[in-house]
């Protein structure tokens, strides 16, 4: 090997280490994050969002036919998970690359208006079982997610 | 007697699923799987008794449209959980990037 093409390869080494150390840096230094990090309170509301929603329906469930199920009895319910909601979707909104979730949340608030309507056109027995699993799985898909995003961390 | 076919929505969702996810699929298929059947049922159960007279045209809409921002949201968990994927697969190949730098040079530079 001559001491040109010795030259050229040490540069083409060198070239290749610089190259590497710029990805590195661009990169943030040897980790990337494309989604946000975990977070408690988004896990623990919508945690106790599934508890209040299964109780809301094993009440409606159980009264169906009675005064207290009525829609007009209980529009309280339907305020205070709005709230609850309305606060996790602010938290959720304050943390960076949390677009996901975001979108989840605002789902679900509109499910609760959906369920609302329901509830303005009366409910009956057949209502409840699809109700209960459309709840309950979008609990579970929030909750999913935000525990995938703990990257294998407890 | 229902007009839905249950194995064929399942089937599509979870299509749909996999084109989401990609290569990883496998790594998301059982939660997919459960959830998309759980939905799957739900719809047909609104049919039926759509079709028994239980259940009126605007209350079914209604109810359909909750089962159908619940796919979504299963959708959209499917989808984080592939960028949760993706970033683990770069960030174990940064780090490779990583060591080899600092051992080749003979110090921790990175």
Redesign the interface.
């Known amino acids: 090997m001559t001491s040109q093409q010795r030259r050229l390869k040490g540069n083409i080494i060198a070239s290749r280490?610089i190259t590497?150390?710029l990805?590195?840096a661009l990169?943030g230094?040897?980790?990337?994050?494309?989604?946000s990090e975990y977070d408690k309170e988004i896990d623990i509301t919508v945690t106790a969002f599934q508890k209040k929603m299964t109780r809301f329906l094993i009440s409606l469930e159980r009264n169906i036919g009675k005064e207290k199920s009525e829609y007009s009895n209980n529009t309280e319910f339907y305020d205070e998970i709005r709230v609850d909601l309305s606060a996790i979707k602010v938290r959720a909104a304050a943390i960076p690359k949390n677009e996901?979730?975001i979108?989840?949340i605002n789902?679900?608030i509109?499910?609760v208006s959906?369920?609302e309507?329901?509830h303005k056109?009366g409910i009956?027995p057949?209502?409840i079982?699809?109700?209960r699993?459309?709840?309950?799985?979008?609990c579970?898909?929030?909750l999913?997610?935000e525990l995938?995003?703990k990257?294998g961390k407890h | 007697m229902a007009s839905i076919d249950l194995s064929k929505l399942v089937s599509d969702m979870q299509n749909a699923a996999k084109d989401v996810f990609g290569k990883r699929w496998p790594e998301a298929k059982d939660?997919a799987e459960t959830?998309f059947n759980?939905?799957g049922?739900?719809?047909l159960?609104?049919e039926k008794?759509r079709l028994l007279g239980?259940?009126?045209d605007?209350?079914a809409k209604?109810?359909l449209?909750?089962?159908k921002?619940?796919s979504?949201?299963?959708m959209?968990?499917l989808?984080?959980?592939g960028?949760?994927a993706?970033?683990?697969a770069?960030?174990a190949a940064?780090?490779i990037?990583?060591d080899?730098?600092n051992t080749?040079?003979g110090f921790t530079?990175?």
């Open positions: 280490i590497l150390i990805i590195l990169t230094c040897a980790s990337i994050q494309l989604i996901i979730t979108k989840q789902l679900l509109e499910n959906n369920l309507r329901l056109l009956t057949v209502d079982p699809p109700l699993t459309a709840f309950n799985t979008s579970t898909a929030i999913k997610l995938a995003k990257r | 939660y959830a759980q939905i049922e739900a719809i159960f609104i008794q239980k259940m009126s605007e209350k209604l109810h449209d909750i089962q921002n619940a979504k949201m299963i959209l968990t989808e984080g959980l960028i949760v993706v970033e683990a770069i960030n940064l780090k990037i990583k080899t730098v080749a040079l530079l990175i």
